[in-house]
């Protein structure tokens, strides 16, 4: 059963904290997306890589967010420093993009549930 | 850009009844893609359903279905027969066709199931 799986699942950290979230996307796929999702607004999209290269970052804070893809099967969002606004779910999706389709469905994995104190 | 509107935060329903989602969206583009996606207390976001803007036929799955009303920028989502498992926050979205492929999310309604 392909899923995409991220680690931790959970994160408390202090204020000024390094946080560095994992995403393993389903085997195959060549898109990444980073969503956050908090009370205040809602679901959002950080960022979206196609083929480990980065197509849209604009929601993402540049001065401390970093997303990368160091390989195919790892995805990585890392928080320098980490502020208690950051406190938030972070899903990762992965999806598979035909050069036929125009269509990808995005399949979500479980969320890191991160508390920055 | 676009957005998505859901105009209810809450909403119950008898198990066995049916019950339905508002969504409305605005947008300048003709073709995109419209989803229902389903969240329970597990966190995990999950695809329901989905229409293509292009298509008149209303999407089907199961228990779950959609009015779309392409000129007045409505997709609801219908929930026939329902269940206590489909208790969830229930997330209307948004995608163009080509180009930018981010999901725009509505704010969500809370479903209740009452049995």
């Known amino acids: 059963d392909a899923r995409v799986t991220q680690t931790p699942r959970h994160k408390v950290t202090e204020m000024g904290q390094e946080v560095t979230m994992r995403c393993q996307p389903i085997?195959?796929?060549?898109?990444v997306f980073w969503y956050r999702q908090t009370m205040m607004q809602g679901l959002e999209l950080l960022a979206y890589f196609r083929n480990r290269a980065p197509l849209d970052d604009s929601g993402m804070p540049k001065d401390r967010f970093s997303a990368e893809m160091p390989d195919a099967t790892l995805a990585t969002l890392k928080i320098q420093p980490s502020e208690p606004r950051d406190s938030a779910v972070y899903f990762c999706a992965s999806g598979l993009v035909h050069r036929l389709s125009s269509y990808n469905e995005q399949f979500f994995g479980p969320g890191t549930r991160l508390t920055v104190l | 850009a676009q957005t998505v509107t859901q105009s209810q935060p809450e909403m119950s329903v008898q198990e066995a009844e049916t019950v339905t989602l508002s969504c409305t969206y605005d947008t300048s583009e003709s073709d995109y893609y419209l989803f229902w996606y389903k969240q329970p207390p597990s966190r995990q976001m999950i695809l329901v359903i989905r229409q293509e803007a292009y298509k008149q036929q209303n999407a089907t799955e199961n228990r779950f279905s959609v009015n779309f009303q392409k000129a007045a920028k409505s997709f609801s989502l219908k929930i026939s027969d329902s269940q206590l498992g489909d208790a969830a926050m229930y997330f209307c979205?948004?995608?163009?066709?080509?180009?930018?492929?981010?999901?725009?999310f509505g704010t969500g309604t809370r479903l209740t199931i009452i049995p």
């Open positions: 085997l195959g796929h060549n898109t």
């Open positions: 979205a948004y995608r163009r066709t080509f180009g930018n492929e981010k999901l725009t």
